[in-house]
């Protein structure tokens, strides 16, 4: 399936080169490496990551554990700020100041790789056909409970309560909403937060007056299920898609980038860490299409495998 | 003077006796509820799964594309984990009841025991998860490894062992071992070869149903931190690992990412009532072929 | 005719003599006979360190909880949001959760449980009783998570499908489904305890021109009430401790509310969603699920031991 | 031989009263056991008819099977007729419940309900649709007084049955079949799990009881029967080999059998 | 009486034997049940002692307590003294194991093990030490023959015990005991489960092994007492009412109640 692994072998250095001559299978001439990796985080990064371990665990190094859980990005930043914490964090929004205060206060030494762009998706009940497109303000108004019926937005629309749903605050998607769309202001105080994404879809599946915010790869799978609103930012309505979320598109507002945290003493100490962050960078975009992310510019991939490959 | 009438207790008594047979058919119902349940919950769960379950399937690795993937890790894991839970629960259990039937003297620590014994059998298993996350995950350190899920759940099912071993060893009749102790047996050579010997069908079947329960264990291992994707077999006791019913929730949370998780699912809890399904037959059967007549 | 028992004496083998020099090694099995007592004491003792290691795990890790939260402020407290910016751990709308789903689940096992008893006890054949009791049991063997399984992917479709008002997720699928997991438990222990009423009183109820019915109602039931009380109350214990069914069909909102058509949380499904992957040691949540396991280890304690007390007092004479 | 026997022998002559059983071709097996054959017996109103026989021979069979009791056991099955007041009662449209209401039962070891003395009592009236506090009263004083246990017990209605001797549970639970008001009380060793002293109490009162029912007693006491019935059966393997006055059957009995056993016991 | 009585009279003679057991002022309870009262007996070697007496008397306490065995219940208390050859048994120091190695023990009901014929005689031999498979073959065959059962199972040694016949495994638990040579063989109404014939078996091998062994046994069949026995102990109410050589006791019994009892029984 992938074609390009075939650059840095070289840094798997001393004790991995015993198991070398046990068996060199034919693809590749990379070192056998063994070990694992921990990967705790962000449930909006666990597809594609977990699509990348996978491609890793079988294609690449058959003898490393790539372990992959997906407790939130919140949680997951707790575990991974600890000792003996985890490898690798993926985060659906960027670290904070007091997540980054607690690594300087343990010493861990974390490196931020960008791996793909989700873009934020507002999604609706199928059998709602009235707000298939609203304004940025009138999402943040309905999600801070400005609007208590459909038809206090549109006198058109239904006169039936809007029952509101999200990730609950585990969630680096819940985060980004809060800061970055609602900049900070309080949710609507009886939006139903959910912990799992699958409960979240079925409940905006199943009910009609439902509308709700998570990753696009949520979507992706569920098109079926939900409806992606349209957003209209000031130069009308645009729909999520594999086009239009980036950095610079049109979704650009509801767009935001996707990380995962690498612990660069584990990466230093664990050559399976460092191989594996080698690859998450190299082929991050390479699957990010297939599990519902946008792919980041391939300058700043490459600029971010150099800085991988610095690490000793 | 009569109170009681006759005749109007005759007149009365057809209501009292149609009310009898209509609440006996209610009864029946009741109990065949269950059971329609139970039927209901099997077709729906084979006809949902069974169509995965393919050699691949049970041998295979994990994978993120539904007809890939296969169970063997968790099949794996869920052994290693009986592994562990066997000896563990046998050494202990099959001990303290030896001790509470046959070596404490009736008083106060016995009953404390005793008493202690039957307040674990109802202790929740996610409080054994969170007991085995604290003691053997953090403070012994062992990680969240086969080892640690397996002593967690061999702590929960301890009670279930204790207590089918100490009736199978009241059943040993009592001038089975007066006939050793008149060969001048002492009490330990009494135990080991006259009373466990008799009790062994006993204390099998117990830690075959106390095994049954911890294969099917889903909360406390939810608590360990099993990871969620994990490919490599474990090869030891050492490993991190996945268990059948932790396959099980994984997918049935996933299935919002890829519909057809749902259906393996279903497939791997076919698998696990298989499973659980022969071991209980064993149990039966023990039961049956090795009840001694004394 | 027995002939040969005194000349067979003479052979070669005196076992007298070799008992009597074996006898050198009884000091080593005398040593056996003191300490295998010692050692199965210690043994037995690990059940009693289990408990200790429960107890303290949970007072150790909760007292740092109500450290930073005050006692009253958990156990009253009506929001808890405890992932928020500024995160609240009220215990109530767990415990309400918690105690919704087991009134459901005991509203379903109570009397399924006891008219299943009824019928295997008093109306069933001996043949019938044989067949469906263990049939019955399977129920008790299948595992939770299977359930859970069940009650999110059939049970809630269905009451959907009648109802549509109700939720995706919702405490009262969940409630069902738990109920009919503890049908077994209750019809079996209750079941038990109507056949250990003796004969004599059902004769006696019969002889006077009572119905079966009657009988069952007016005499059994009551001479069995202990041993069925304490039935009901290992399964309320049992519907308190459930997770995994909870944890699955009835999401995870954390709402204070008696509507059973919406999703509630209960303590075990807290643990499990705050726990989620591993637990992060040190912060206020990672101790906030010890309070609650502690809450919960003291519901089932108190159960527990309510239904010791209720078989050993209520326990009738006849 | 006590005061009462004589009394007996004042009652005995009342031989042309009504039938109110009567038993024909009566057969009954326990899945294969043949556990009564050929009974053919007829039962008298206001009488004492006492059943003997050694163990086994079919007496409790027997009388369970006068309120169809027997039936308790699923293996058994009947061929023959019954007619109690003329009706056929083995026909499985009978109503047993019916039957039972009329035919009150009282057995070997004295079994109370573990509830109240007056519970006890009023269990078969309200059963029967009798709600009225004030008849119940009524009913549990009546029964009690009828069973000469009125004045041991009425300080203690409330109390729990199983606070009573052996000997007044016993009387408890004739109070509590006296209280349907039955026709016929059918007994099953009465006295046999009870203390010489409390025999004799309720020797006593079945004596007053007849004057108003109709008693079947099964006793394998040869001098508590001759005490006590007007009619004596001796059952021997499932056959009835002698009925008759009970005066004739322990002075002058037909039947070798008879003697044999009779003569036996009271050796 | 059987030819073997006469048997019996030729060895009665013998009470000038060694006395193997000895009790002074035994006295024994269970917790507040005061079982055996102030026990004086000299038991003779090589011959068979029989103890009678009502049920409930005490015969069963009493040999359990020669073999210490009674201990198994965890309130009895003893006072008083037991000697065996000559040294006390009852001295909390004296090892019950060596004791009951040397004084073996057959039970009322037969209580085989649930093991092959050959696993249950070589249960004793090995638990003391002995392993070699030659010795053992040896004991086995030796043991079977000594209770005259060889014949029988030789070809089925390694069948389970269960499958013999009451009698047959009776007679395995006496191999059993014999296995280990003890020199007493205590036996708690060893035919009372028995069928006559079975009985009769056992009772020819008790005359055989008292050439080899002193034997007590407890007996509630007074002509078996009789038949086999050279010195009889009559228990009543945990006391001995008489001891005496079998004639004496069954011809001339000083005690009116050793005198009713017996009667009483050959009625
Ligand atoms: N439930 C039963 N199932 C099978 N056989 C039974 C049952 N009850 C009684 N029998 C048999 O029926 C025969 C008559 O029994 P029944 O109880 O009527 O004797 P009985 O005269 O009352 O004896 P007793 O004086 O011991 O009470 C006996 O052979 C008995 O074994
Ligand atoms: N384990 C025990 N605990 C308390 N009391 C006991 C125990 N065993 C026997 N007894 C009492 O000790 C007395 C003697 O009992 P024992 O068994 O020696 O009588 P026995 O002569 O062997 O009677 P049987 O002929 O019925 O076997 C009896 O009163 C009995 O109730
Ligand atoms: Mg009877
Ligand atoms: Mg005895
Ligand atoms: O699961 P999250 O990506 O929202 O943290």
Redesign the interface.
């Known amino acids: 399936a992938c074609g390009g692994s075939d650059s840095e072998e070289e840094n798997n250095d001393s004790e991995d080169a015993s198991s070398e001559s046990a068996n060199a299978e034919g693809d590749s001439e990379s070192a056998e490496l063994e070990g694992n990796v921990v990967i705790?985080g962000s449930g909006t990064v666990y597809p594609l990551m977990q699509r990348l371990a996978e491609e890793y665990m079988v294609n690449e190094q058959e003898g490393v554990s790539v372990e992959v859980?997906?407790?939130?990005t919140?949680?997951?930043?707790?575990?991974f700020l600890?000792e003996d914490g985890t490898d690798f964090n993926d985060a659906s929004r960027l670290i904070k100041d007091e997540e980054k205060a607690k690594a300087e206060e343990l010493g861990i030494d974390i490196m931020e790789i960008k791996v793909a762009l989700d873009g934020l998706t507002i999604v609706t009940n199928p059998e709602n056909e009235w707000a298939t497109e609203l304004t940025e303000d009138q999402v943040k108004g309905i999600f801070m409970g400005e609007y208590t019926n459909w038809s206090d937005i549109n006198p058109d629309w239904p006169e039936e309560k809007i029952q509101t749903y999200g990730p609950?605050?585990?969630h680096g998607t819940y985060e980004f909403f809060y800061e970055n769309i609602l900049e900070e202001q309080d949710l609507v105080s009886d939006i139903?937060?959910?912990?799992?994404y699958s409960?979240l879809v079925?409940?905006v599946?199943?009910?009609k007056n439902a509308i709700g915010f998570f990753g696009f790869g949520y979507y992706d799978n569920n098109q079926d299920k939900v409806n992606a609103v349209g957003i209209d930012f000031g130069e009308g309505a645009v729909t999520p898609s594999l086009e239009t979320i980036g950095e610079e598109g049109p979704y650009a507002n509801f767009t935001r980038p996707v990380f995962t945290y690498l612990n660069v003493g584990m990466a230093e100490e664990k050559a399976q860490v460092l191989d594996y962050a080698k690859f998450v960078a190299e082929e991050a975009n390479t699957f990010a299409g297939e599990t519902g992310f946008a792919p980041i510019p391939d300058e700043e991939a490459q600029a971010q495998l150099e800085e991988i490959e610095g690490i000793e | 003077m009569k109170y009681v009438d006759q005749t109007l207790?005759h007149k009365r008594m057809n209501s009292?006796?149609l009310?009898?047979n209509i609440?006996?058919q209610?009864?029946?119902i009741?109990?065949l509820?269950?059971?329609a349940?139970?039927a209901?919950?099997i077709f729906?769960?084979v006809t949902?799964g069974i169509a995965w379950i393919d050699w691949n399937f049970l041998t295979g690795k994990l994978s993120t594309f539904p007809e890939k993937a296969g169970i063997m890790g968790a099949i794996l894991g869920t052994s290693y984990l009986m592994l562990i839970v066997i000896p563990v629960t046998l050494?202990?259990g099959v001990?303290?009841a030896?001790?509470?039937e046959l070596?404490?003297k009736k008083g106060k620590l016995q009953s404390?025991?005793a008493?202690?014994?039957?307040?674990?059998?109802?202790?929740?298993?996610?409080?054994?998860?969170?007991?085995g996350?604290?003691?053997f995950v953090?403070v012994m350190d062992f990680g969240?490894v086969v080892l640690a899920g397996g002593l967690t759940l061999s702590?929960l099912v301890?009670?279930i062992v204790?207590v089918a071993a100490q009736e199978a060893i009241r059943a040993v009749p009592g001038h089975l071992s007066e006939a050793s102790y008149g060969m001048g047996a002492?009490?330990?050579?009494t135990v080991k070869k006259i009373i466990l010997p008799a009790a062994l069908p006993g204390i099998i079947t117990g830690a075959i149903l106390a095994v049954?329960?911890a294969?099917?264990?889903?909360?406390p291992l939810?608590?360990l931190?099993i990871p969620?994707f994990l490919l490599p077999f474990p090869e030891g006791i050492f490993d991190t690992f996945t268990a059948l019913?932790m396959q099980?929730?994984y997918w049935?949370?996933d299935a919002s990412l890829v519909d057809e998780y749902?259906y393996l699912?279903?497939a791997t809890?076919i698998v696990?009532?298989v499973l659980?399904f022969i071991l209980?037959a064993i149990a039966v059967i023990i039961r049956n072929k090795f009840q001694q007549r004394y | 005719?027995?002939t040969?028992?005194?000349s067979?004496?003479k052979?070669?083998?005196?076992?007298?003599e070799?008992?009597a020099e074996?006898?050198r090694?009884?000091n080593f099995?005398a040593l056996?006979?003191k300490i295998?007592?010692i050692?199965?004491?210690i043994?037995?003792?690990?059940?009693?360190l289990?408990?200790v290691?429960?107890i303290y795990?949970?007072l150790s890790?909760a007292f740092e909880f109500f450290k930073r939260i005050p006692i009253w402020e958990f156990i009253s407290g009506t929001v808890l949001?405890?992932?928020?910016?500024e995160p609240e751990f009220g215990l109530l709308p767990l415990l309400n959760g918690t105690i919704i789903s087991s009134v459901i689940a005991m509203l379903v096992a109570g009397?399924?449980g006891i008219?299943?008893a009824?019928?295997?006890s008093e109306?069933?054949?001996?043949k019938v009783r044989k067949t469906?009791k263990p049939?019955?049991e399977?129920?008790a063997?299948?595992?939770?998570?299977?359930?859970?399984?069940?009650a999110?992917?059939?049970v809630t479709p269905v009451i959907?499908a009648v109802f549509p008002a109700v939720?995706?997720?919702n405490i009262l699928s969940p409630g069902l489904v738990m109920g009919?997991m503890i049908?077994?438990m209750i019809?079996s222990l209750s079941e038990d305890a109507m056949t250990s009423v003796?004969?004599?009183?059902?004769?006696?109820?019969?002889?006077?021109?009572?119905?079966?019915?009657?009988t069952t109602f007016?005499?059994v039931i009551?001479?069995a009430l202990s041993g069925i009380i304490s039935s009901f109350v290992?399964g309320i214990?049992r519907a308190?401790?459930?997770?995994?069914i909870v944890?699955?069909a009835s999401?995870?909102?954390k709402n204070f509310t008696f509507d059973i058509t919406q999703?509630m949380q209960t303590m075990?499904a807290y643990?499990?969603?705050?726990?989620?992957?591993?637990?992060?040691?040190?912060?206020t949540i990672?101790y906030s699920?010890?309070a609650v396991?502690l809450t919960?280890?003291v519901f089932?304690?108190i159960?527990?031991?309510l239904?010791?007390y209720v078989s050993r007092k209520f326990r009738?004479?006849? | 031989m006590t005061t009462l026997t004589e009394d007996k022998h004042a009652y005995s002559g009342s031989t042309n009263n009504r039938v109110v059983y009567d038993t024909k071709d009566l057969n009954l097996w326990y899945g294969q056991t043949h556990a009564l054959k050929d009974i053919n017996l007829s039962i008298y109103e206001k009488e004492v008819t006492a059943i003997i026989g050694p163990s086994g021979c079919g007496k409790s069979t027997f009388i369970k099977t006068l309120?169809r009791?027997v039936e308790?056991v699923?293996t058994v099955s009947t061929s023959g007729t019954i007619t109690y007041n003329d009706k056929s009662i083995l026909d499985k449209t009978f109503k047993v419940?019916?039957?039972?209401?009329?035919v009150?039962?009282v057995?070997q070891?004295p079994?109370?309900?573990?509830?109240s003395i007056y519970d006890n009592i009023t269990?078969?009236p309200?059963?029967?649709g009798i709600r009225s506090k004030k008849v119940l009263d009524e009913i549990v004083e009546r029964s009690l007084r009828g069973a000469s246990i009125w004045d041991e017990v009425k300080d203690r209605l409330k109390e729990?049955a199983?606070g009573l001797s052996g000997g007044q549970q016993q009387r408890l639970?004739i109070a509590?079949?006296l209280a349907?008001e039955p026709e016929v009380i059918l007994m099953d060793e009465p006295t046999s799990a009870l203390d010489p002293k409390s025999t004799l109490r309720i020797e006593e009162l079945v004596q007053e009881l007849k004057k108003e029912y109709s008693i079947i007693i099964v006793t394998h006491n040869m001098q508590q029967a001759a005490r006590i019935s007007d009619k004596t059966a001796f059952f021997l393997n499932g056959e009835v080999v002698e009925y008759d006055k009970t005066d004739t059957i322990f002075t002058t009995p037909s039947d070798n059998r008879t003697e044999d056993y009779i003569s036996g016991r009271f050796g």
């Open positions: 705790d859980s997906r407790a939130g919140s949680a997951g930043f707790e575990r600890a609950n605050e585990n139903n937060l959910q912990q799992d409960t079925t409940l599946a199943e009910d | 207790v009292r006796v009310k009898n609440l006996k209610v009864f029946l009741a109990t509820f269950g059971l349940v139970l209901i919950l729906r769960v949902q050494i202990i001990g303290t030896i001790y509470m070596y404490a404390f025991i008493t202690n014994i039957s307040n674990l059998a109802g202790v929740p298993s996610i409080v054994y998860g969170l007991l996350l604290t003691i953090r969240n702590l301890l009670p204790i002492t009490k330990w050579q049954s329960r294969i099917g264990e889903t909360a939810t608590v931190g969620a019913p099980i929730y049935t949370l749902a699912a279903a809890i696990l009532l659980l209980n | 005719m027995t040969n028992s005194g067979e004496k052979s070669a083998v005196n076992v007298r070799m008992i074996k006898k090694k009884r099995s056996t006979e295998i007592p050692l199965l004491l043994i037995a003792s690990i059940s009693i289990t408990t290691g429960i795990t949970l890790e949001k405890p992932l928020s910016q009397p399924i008219m299943s009824v019928y295997l109306y069933a054949s001996e469906l049939l019955l399977i129920l063997g299948i595992p939770t998570i299977v359930y859970g399984f069940f999110f992917t059939f959907r939720e995706a997720t009919v049908i077994p019809a003796p004969n004599s009183m059902r004769e006696g109820a019969l002889a006077l021109g009572a119905t079966k019915l009657e007016k005499v009551p001479a290992l214990s308190i401790g459930e997770t995994m944890t699955i999401g995870s909102s999703s075990t643990i499990v969603e705050v726990s989620g992957g591993e637990a992060p040691a040190g912060s990672y699920l010890y396991a919960l280890f089932t304690l159960m527990n031991l239904a010791r009738e004479e006849y | 309120n009791m308790l699923p419940e019916d039957l039972r209401t009329q009150g039962m057995f070891k079994n109370p309900f573990p509830k269990y078969g309200k059963i029967h729990n199983y639970c509590r079949c349907i």
